[in-house]
Every structure is written in C-alpha cells, then in structure tokens.
C-alpha cells in the first residue's frame, strides 16, 4: 500500500518556464512534508519542506503547496534551470506507526531542456 | 569533506558473502538510517537507530541487521547476500523529529 504516490515518472520543461511536480498521500496522520533533490551519483539533497499548519512555503525559485484537503502536494520551481535536471522525491512523515519515520514517493525525473 | 560518508561506494560480491556497508557521520546527529533505493521503488527503509543504545527495524528489514557503534558510525549487514538485495544503499542522519535527514552519495550493492 503505498502511501506517498508520485503519479509522473518523468516531466520535461523547457527552460525558463515553471516545473510543477505533483504528490499525493494518503495516509491523514502525516503532518510534515520534504521534497528532495537527487542527481546521479549522489544522495538525495534536502530542499524544502512544509509543517500541516501551513498552506505554502517559499525559498527563493521552490515554492511547495499543501492541500491537505485534498491530501496533495505540489513543488514548483520558477523559472525552471538546466541544473534543476535531477529526480524529485516527495517523503512525508507523521505520528503513529515508525514515529515520524519518512515515507517516499517514487520519485519523478525532472528534465529541462536549455 | 562530506558530513556523511558511506563506504565502500561501489561493491560487487556474491551470493552467501556476509557483506558490511558502514556509515559515518560528522554532524553530530544522534538519529542515523538505513535506505535501501531499487529502479522506480523509491527508498525504503530499512532500520534506524535514534542512540547508541536504541536500533529499530524499518518496513524492510528481513534480511538485514545493523550495528550502532558509536553516535557517529552505523553500520548495516547482509549475512548472506542474495541476488535480489542488489540494489542502491544510502545513509541517513537527523537531528531530531521534524527536522530533515541528509543522506550520503550511497553505496551501489551487486550480487551475483
């Protein structure tokens, strides 16, 4: 049962232009969300994170939208750059089963195209 | 020099080896983990340990142990490698609940 989905393996955006990579979730107990940035060879990099108290949260060009509602969350990167190329993974943690062990999306492949 | 080091970053070994990837780490976290990364499966985790004292399994420990030595040193074991653990390894550490894990660059696991 995953609880994290990311539904695109892959998104291509030119550069320049804004990259919307998407997450759902399921399970309603999780209440802190972090996208992470991952390029070959490398772990993953933490990039931006938001608390369940808030709607959205901002750090320079990454910009992450909760809709808890809706259970889903969106990172968007304005504008997309050439260096942005990398996998995205979106975890969420929460209390209850693992106490606020990260759960992982699949992650998708983020290219843009100079 | 990185805060989290995994080694070895490359291994390739066969099956029924007893295998060891350690891990460590310079940030002074008392919370470390054990992920294990396959193609399009994201990272799992494998089991994590919040002190010296205290090791917990994660969602896919079978197969798996792992040792807290020290705050700074984590080490995961297969006892007897087989094929389908060949997969991606990363360590994690963080500070504290809520707060983000940073990873190292991994270890590429094949068994044969």
């Known amino acids: 049962d995953q609880q994290v989905k990311q539904n695109s393996p892959s998104l291509s955006v030119q550069e320049g232009r804004i990259s919307i990579l998407n997450c759902d979730y399921t399970?309603?107990?999780?209440?802190?969300f972090l996208w992470y940035k991952k390029y070959p060879a490398e772990g993953p990099t933490f990039l931006i994170s938001i608390s369940s108290i808030k709607d959205k949260n901002e750090d320079g060009r990454f910009t992450v939208f909760l809709n808890k509602s809706a259970k889903h969350l969106s990172l968007h990167i304005v504008p997309s750059q050439p260096g942005d190329s990398a996998v995205y993974f979106c975890a969420a943690s929460g209390p209850g089963a693992g106490s606020y062990q990260l759960t992982f999306g699949k992650g998708t492949k983020l290219s843009v195209i100079p | 020099d990185a805060d989290v080091t995994q080694t070895p970053r490359n291994r390739i070994t066969k099956t029924g080896k007893r295998i060891m990837l350690e891990c460590s780490q310079t940030k002074g976290h008392d919370r470390m983990y054990w992920y294990r990364q396959d193609p399009g499966l994201g990272l799992r985790l494998i089991y994590y340990s919040f002190d010296v004292k205290d090791i917990n399994k994660g969602e896919i420990s079978d197969g798996y142990s792992v040792s807290r030595q020290a705050q700074a040193k984590f080490s995961l074991s297969l006892e007897s490698a087989i094929p389908n653990q060949t997969a991606l390894y990363f360590c994690?550490?963080?500070?504290?609940?809520?707060?983000?894990?940073?990873f190292g660059d991994g270890t590429r696991l094949s068994i044969l």
């Open positions: 399970n309603s107990m999780f209440d802190y």
């Open positions: 994690a550490t963080s500070d504290s609940v809520g707060q983000p894990q940073h």
